[in-house]
């Protein structure tokens, strides 16, 4: 069992930059591949980017390359996403989620996921 907890939403504007934190229970935090998620009002829950257990490898959606940073402290039990020249369209919550069978692109799917966090509010104005 895997407990998520996000942190740190808020509303800031056009072009700033905001980090968010998940921190996780358990002591099996370092086998899961992390990922983050978001939803917008009215859309379904898109894939965002997500980074394997060990850290080696991370993932991104086109939305956010370039602009967003997935990492994770194992000794934590802490994954991070750092992002930058947030745009209105990021308006979104964001859910972290911890996907134990990581293969090929099973990362991508919301559906693939085992354990997920309630979510923190980011609203960018523009």
């Known amino acids: 069992q895997v407990q998520l907890v996000e942190s740190g939403g808020g509303l800031v504007q056009a072009g700033d930059s905001l980090k968010l934190s998940c921190a996780a229970s358990g002591r099996t935090f370092s086998s899961y591949t992390m990922g983050w998620f978001r939803q917008a009002p009215g859309k379904e829950r898109e894939f965002v980017t997500a980074?394997?257990?060990?850290?080696?490898?991370?993932y991104y959606a086109d939305p956010a390359k370039g602009r967003f940073t997935i990492s994770r402290d194992n000794a934590k039990n802490t994954v991070f996403l750092e992002m930058s020249n947030l745009k209105p369209e990021d308006t979104a919550v964001y859910h972290c989620a911890a996907l134990r069978q990581y293969y090929s692109n099973s990362y991508m799917y919301a559906y693939n996921y085992d354990y997920w966090g309630q979510g923190t509010q980011v609203t960018v104005s523009s």
């Open positions: 980074i394997t257990s060990s850290g080696g490898r991370t």
